[in-house]
């Protein structure tokens, strides 16, 4: 929080003010799943807040700017001030909803303004719909596709498969089935399938493969096919004839 050199007058008008304020009502009512609450929106606040500071010399602005930081945030910056010229200033960081369209930003851009403007004045309200907007936007960013791999990216994942495979046939390593070399792999990489481990991890596994002794590689893959064996046999997914 940033102010004046001096505030005495200011925290005085705004300790009288606080008197006079009441508890903002909830009045409007949202659905979050299978739960449902009430909220009180930026116009409920404002319409009880802006006539009770006036009367004491207080007047609050607000703005926003994109956070130099933050890729993806903007600051929503306050400012409560008092016909003195004595100030009090505090900056709010939210992340802008760009996936929600012009509704998702302006109900990031609402979200912020409510709650910097309730936190410079000390006030509480019932949870709101900017709690629905905060986890609507981090399930978007979530779902987002990967973003497109680079040419080193592309490049590191041939290097890997080709390594991956330079060993298996220096090792004399032929897997039974499917089944059996998605075991190894997801024993060995986190992954059933190579092609599912992202372009941007294959480097960091391809030095690992090339770290590991042929003998303490093959070791594992032949751990990696027992246990796959013995799993197997328990599922009753084996049955006379094989091993």
């Known amino acids: 929080m940033r102010s004046s050199d001096e505030i005495g007058e200011l925290v005085a008008a705004l300790a009288l003010a606080n008197l006079e304020f009441d508890n903002i009502l909830a009045a409007h009512e949202a659905n979050a799943g299978r ?26 602005a607000q703005g926003e700017h994109l956070d130099a930081q933050k890729d993806g945030y903007f600051v929503c910056v306050t400012k409560l001030m008092h016909k003195s010229g004595q100030w009090l200033e505090t900056d709010f960081e939210v992340p802008i909803d760009k ?14 303004r409510r709650y910097a403007e309730l936190a410079i004045l ?36 041939d ?17 039974a089935d499917q089944a059996e070399q998605a075991a190894v792999h997801r ?16 480097a960091a596994k391809r030095r690992k493969l090339l770290d590991v002794t042929d003998q303490k590689l093959y070791a594992l893959i032949q751990e990696a096919r ?3 064996t013995l799993g197997a046999v328990k599922t009753g997914e084996v049955h006379n004839g094989q091993s």
């Open 159 to 175: 290097a890997f498969r080709r390594t991956w495979h330079e060993k298996l046939s220096m090792l004399e390593v032929e897997f």
């Open 35 to 60: 739960k449902k609450y009430n909220y009180a929106n930026i116009a409920d606040v404002v319409r009880h807040v802006r006539p009770i500071i006036a009367r004491h010399g207080l007047a609050i």
């Open 187 to 202: 024993t060995l990489f986190g992954y059933a399938d190579l092609a599912e481990i992202p372009p941007a991890h294959c």
């Open 226 to 228: 027992l246990k796959h």
């Open 99 to 112: 996936m929600g369209g012009v509704h998702g930003i302006g109900s990031s851009n609402s979200y912020a």
């Open 122 to 157: 000390n006030l509480a309200v019932e949870d709101d719909d900017g709690q629905t907007a905060q986890r609507q936007w981090q399930q978007r960013q979530q779902q987002r596709p990967a973003p497109e791999p680079t040419l080193d990216d592309k490049l590191a994942q």
